[in-house]
């Protein structure tokens, strides 16, 4: 390998859109890897720059650091990861995406019924929750699916909550949060 294939922290930092204190987040976590200069700098190789493309790709879609921790433990550790090795990931997560999408289409449509109507009848409103029945399921926004409670939140370090987690949807954020009474 030649000095030139390593990357410092500010030029991992520019090529994949980091900060630095992330990146050495990252590096404590286990999800990247540097060696150190004999003065004790990081260095990085470049196939990195794909482990943090592919960090950014499944933290957007709702992955928490755990998960991703895992994806990337599975791939070699003692060359750049090929296609294949990819597929391999992908393929697992190709279900829990599909579960996503559907949640998703069904939050979309439940929304543009309840909010188009203006919650005028509320016998026939899905999140109209008299008596607080649904405040015995436990916390969070109960009325949506459970993939969708907490994400889009990020804390902790930069991950996504679990669903049903101890930080899981700590308030309102959005129709669906207000179940503890009807809406309107």
């Known amino acids: 390998m030649l ?84 597929s391999v990931i992908s393929r697992r997560w190709r279900t829990r995406l599909d579960e996503e999408i559907v949640a998703l289409e069904a939050l979309r449509d439940g929304l543009d019924s309840c909010i188009g109507c203006g919650c005028l009848s509320l016998r026939r409103c899905r999140i109209s929750n008299p008596a607080d029945r649904i405040g015995a399921l436990g916390p969070g926004a109960r009325a949506l699916p459970a993939s969708l409670r907490g994400a889009g939140r990020m804390h902790h370090g930069g991950h996504r909550p679990q669903p049903d987690s101890d930080c899981a949807d700590p308030g309102p954020s959005g129709p669906a949060a207000t179940e503890s009474g009807p809406v309107g």
């Open 3 to 86: 000095p030139t294939d390593l990357l410092t922290v500010g030029e991992l930092s520019q090529r994949s859109g980091f900060a630095p204190s992330a990146l050495r987040f990252y590096e404590r976590q286990g999800l990247i890897a540097a060696t150190r200069t004999a003065g004790g700098q990081r260095r990085y190789e470049r196939h990195v720059l794909r482990r943090l493309a592919f960090v950014r790709a499944a933290t957007a879609m709702g992955l928490s650091l755990d998960e991703v921790a895992q994806a990337l433990a599975s791939l070699p550790a003692a060359r750049t990861p090929t296609k294949a090795d990819w």
